[in-house]
């Protein structure tokens, strides 16, 4: 039997990975596998299946999982913004991983960026900023809706307003380093032979 089950949101983190069972038997994973209906190893394989999202739990499995921590079965899969709940979902989600907040200005409801983490705060309010600017540009006639949506379905590759770098992948960089190394060994090769000349 579960003891006292409490869940923690990491910042920064996707649904599944971020409830964290914190008074658990000693074997969290397996328990919860098998609280679930797995049996011996396959219940903390499985569990970590899902956790990596190696596998994706079906909806019967989610349902568990969620009477078990006491949340929406939104809360644990990735949000269907098609709906209205989904798209409220992918709000609390923003909200732990990048500091939205809901607020109220002159009788609107406004989302806002949380200043203090001022690292995430920062990033975020280059974006937005940017997006505003080219929201902007649409408003006044200085660009078509056609540009404005090409600007938003390719940002940030079109995004003018910051300065974007582009970063290998890490099969093309750990391509790049070996073929250094392998010229490293190669120079130092030659040098040897240099040496015994």
């Not at 910042?11 to 919860?32: N, P």
């Not at 596998?33 to 396959?42: M, N």
């Not at 979902?89 to 923003?94: G, K």
């Amino acid at each position: 039997m579960i003891v006292g089950l409490a869940f923690v949101v990491v910042q920064g983190s996707d649904t599944l990975h971020a409830i964290t069972l914190l008074e658990v038997f000693s074997k969290k994973f397996q328990q919860l596998g098998e609280v679930l209906g797995f049996l011996g190893k396959t219940s903390d394989v499985r569990m970590a299946q899902y956790e990596s999202e190696a596998r994706i739990p079906k909806h019967d499995l989610v349902k568990e999982m969620a009477g078990i921590f006491d949340v929406s079965t939104h809360a644990l899969t990735v949000p269907d913004i098609d709906t209205y709940i989904g798209f409220m979902h992918t709000f609390f989600a923003l909200e732990d991983m990048y500091g939205l907040k809901i607020d109220e200005m002159d009788g609107e409801v406004v989302l806002r960026l949380d200043k203090s983490d001022y690292s995430t705060y920062s990033s975020m309010n280059k974006m937005l900023r940017a997006w505003l600017a080219e929201a902007k540009k649409l408003e006044n006639g200085e660009s078509t809706k056609e540009e404005y949506d090409d600007w938003r379905y390719k940002c940030p590759e079109l995004d003018t307003h910051q300065i974007w770098a582009k970063v290998p992948s890490q099969e093309i960089s750990d391509m790049l380093l070996a073929g250094l190394k392998e010229m490293e060994k190669e120079e130092k090769k030659q040098t040897k032979r240099k040496k015994k000349k």
